[in-house]
């Protein structure tokens, strides 16, 4: 009988998590094997100091890697019981994993973990079609799985106020030489583990854009080539905003985004809004919501996004230290 995860099935489930998606595509998470359990943990030396002061962009992204690291070990037929936060002297550790009873995995696990290689940030512009009805419905059923509340914005005057609030976040933030220059250092114009290459930044914002995008060097777009006019945009949320309830949003997120992966339907998103407390007050008031904003989604479908680079595995596992 297994008491604990092994080496190598710690490898294999990483090779899965770290594709999970991060601010500037900092990719701030570690993996260890502690006592038989697999221990996700924030990497203090990957933080954005400007963009993120507080540490809740990593604590999302180490959320989203921890979701994707319980699909491979359940599809595996090793899944987890998981514990957030166990560790109270070490608060960078968000979840240890300890082996479940084994069995199958579930139909939904399955397509889900299928959709973890195909899952990209779209930041382009999406086409006209509507996102229908039954899509939409399991998108929130996904957030509810995971405890958060996923609310979609429908309706140009609810779009449009959304959008004015994400505008007004977008030029505080702008007007920031630090944040500014944290962005552009994550830029890469050449082939690099980490960052975000240039080609995959989408295309320069423009005056009549809807929504703010981050500039990450993108081209300028073709004529006739604007963003959608009345996209589709969800805000994802959780009951309150403890660093626990960070990771439980970046698991609901990931999850959230491979159901639109396996739907067919491109993600961006937009943190601008969740980055600036007044920003994400006045968006939490004009939805009505109870709880804590965590982040913002444009959500349709259009060509595919492009995968950004990830890190070899090795470099972001702390394995035990084997005796000579």
């Known amino acids: 009988m297994t008491t604990g995860y092994t080496v190598s099935q710690l ?36 933080g954005l100091p400007a963009t993120d002061p507080t540490g809740w962009g990593a604590r999302i992204a ?7 690291l319980r699909l491979a070990l359940a599809v595996a037929g090793t899944p987890a019981t998981v514990r957030l936060r166990p560790h109270p002297a070490e608060p960078d550790v968000v979840a240890r994993l300890v082996p479940d009873v084994p069995r199958r995995p ?22 006209p079609d509507p996102v229908p009805a039954e899509a939409r419905w399991r998108l929130g059923e996904a957030a509810r799985a995971e405890q958060c509340w996923l609310e979609l914005v429908i309706g140009a005057s609810a779009v449009n106020a959304l959008a004015e609030v994400a505008r007004s976040a977008h030029r505080v933030l702008e007007r920031d030489p630090a944040y500014v220059a944290e962005r552009v250092e994550w830029i890469r114009s050449e082939p690099a583990p980490d960052g975000v290459p240039a080609a995959a930044g989408g295309p320069q914002s423009e005056p009549q854009d809807l929504l703010p995008q981050r500039g990450f060097g993108g081209r300028n777009r073709a004529p006739g080539r604007d963003f959608e006019p009345e996209p589709l945009v969800a805000v994802l949320g959780t009951p309150g905003n403890t660093g626990t309830d960070q990771v439980v949003a970046g698991q609901a997120l990931q999850r959230v985004l491979l159901t639109a992966t396996d739907a067919g339907l491109g993600v961006s998103m937009l943190s601008q809004p969740i980055e600036v407390p007044g920003a994400r007050e006045a968006l939490r008031m004009s939805l009505g919501r109870f709880g804590t904003p965590q982040m913002v989604m444009r959500i349709g479908y259009g060509q595919p996004g492009r995968a950004t680079p990830r890190r070899p595995v090795d470099e972001v596992l702390d394995l035990p230290v084997v005796p000579a």
């Open 11 to 46: 490898r294999a489930a990483v090779a899965d998590a770290v594709r999970a998606p991060s601010l500037h595509n900092t990719q701030p998470w570690r993996f260890r094997l502690h006592d038989g359990g697999i221990e996700v943990a924030v990497d203090p030396l990957r």
């Open 62 to 68: 180490c959320g989203a890697a921890l979701f994707n």
């Open 106 to 127: 579930t139909p939904t696990e399955k397509s889900l973990y299928s959709a973890i290689a195909h899952r990209f940030s779209n930041r382009a512009p999406f086409w």
